[in-house]
């Protein structure tokens, strides 16, 4: 759903406060000179459309911590034409992003800034009193448990419900090590009350 519509005032303040900021991304090589940089400038002023369609996408996204393994703006402007968007330069997407107000890690010899969203579904939150919800609780703890909490919290496919042979079922799927499998027995056991087993000891 669009959020807001942008006009070229938009658009002129974003570029007054990104002076770098050219259609092939954010202080490019091939517009240190300044006529070239000029004319990137403008080729995102006469984008106005394409700024527009890349807001829309981005607006849709969720917000997201920026970390080493953060897209950046080339490579989601490739998603969101890849999604139906149709083309984006660089530069309009990051313009784009200054203006949907998400965080974009800019700055000199950045060609292509992080910006802080992603395009993983959203997790559903863990039941009150499921494993799930238990886990989260464990995240500052220093032990096995607590650096199985925090694998949890990074992945977006961890399951939010679920018995414990479904949660072998799915570390296994990942190929997790032996340790993270007897990290999972024992919160399993501290969360229930009762040890469950090994995660292989229902196998014939």
């Known amino acids: 759903m669009r959020q807001r519509i942008i006009t070229a005032d938009d658009l002129a303040q974003v570029l007054n406060d990104h002076p770098k900021l050219t259609a092939n991304g954010y202080d490019h090589p091939d517009d240190w000179q300044a006529d070239k940089r000029e004319l990137g400038r403008q080729r995102i002023v006469t984008g106005l459309d394409e700024v527009q369609a890349a807001y829309d996408w ?27 968007v149709g083309y984006v330069t660089n530069g309009a997407f990051i313009a784009a992003a200054f203006l949907a107000g ?55 496919t961890w399951p939010a419900s679920g018995d414990y042979r ?5 570390m296994i799927g990942l190929r997790a090590m032996p340790e993270a499998l007897e990290a999972l ?3 399993w056991t501290q969360y229930s009350g009762a040890d469950p087993g090994g995660p292989y000891d229902d196998e014939d």
């Open 166 to 170: 479904m949660y072998v079922d799915y």
């Open 102 to 156: 998400v965080s974009v890690k800019a700055g000199p010899g950045v060609v292509n800034p992080q910006i802080g969203v992603t395009t993983d579904p959203y997790r559903p939150k863990p039941a009150k009193g499921s494993f799930a919800a238990w886990l989260v609780e464990q995240s500052n703890v220093r032990h096995p448990i607590g650096d199985l909490a925090r694998e949890a919290a990074d992945d977006d």
């Open 58 to 84: 981005i607006v849709n996204l969720r917000p997201a911590r920026i970390t080493r393994d953060t897209s950046t703006s080339y490579r989601l402007k490739h998603e969101a034409e890849e999604a139906g």
């Open 185 to 187: 027995r024992m919160a």
